[in-house]
């Protein structure tokens, strides 16, 4: 089993910023690309960045320019630094990790979501 935990979501002001952390745990071989997906109040889940195990990163438009996706493959943790934030912002933040537990098996891994908002 495989499970993924994030943490560093609450209330922020515009312009304000949050760090978001998601550690994963359990039978881990290794971890390839990491991502963070966010779902606001009746929209579809979207992309806001992925990297790679070597640390390639993309973002969507949304984020570009003010967040940051970095990890530590030591730590088996996946960040999302997030600056000037904005109310359209607001949503459940989600990680994602595509892993092998085992040398022979692969699968793709949600963690359970941490709630961001940003409301003066």
């Known amino acids: 089993q495989v499970q993924l935990v994030e943490s560093g979501g609450g209330l922020v002001q515009p312009g304000g910023s949050l760090r978001l952390s998601c550690a994963a745990s359990?039978?881990?071989?290794?971890?390839?690309?990491m991502g963070w997906y966010r779902q606001a109040p009746g929209k579809q889940r979207e992309l806001v960045a992925l990297i790679s195990r070597g640390g390639s990163t993309k973002y969507e438009d949304s984020g570009e320019g003010r967040f940051t996706i970095s990890r530590d493959n030591a730590k088996n943790t996946v960040y999302l630094q997030m600056n000037n934030m904005k109310p359209e912002d607001t949503a459940v933040y989600y990680c994602n990790a595509d892993v092998q537990p085992t040398a022979w098996s692969r699968g793709n891994f949600w963690g359970q979501g941490t709630q961001v908002a940003v409301s003066s």
């Open positions: 359990g039978h881990i071989f290794t971890i390839y690309d």
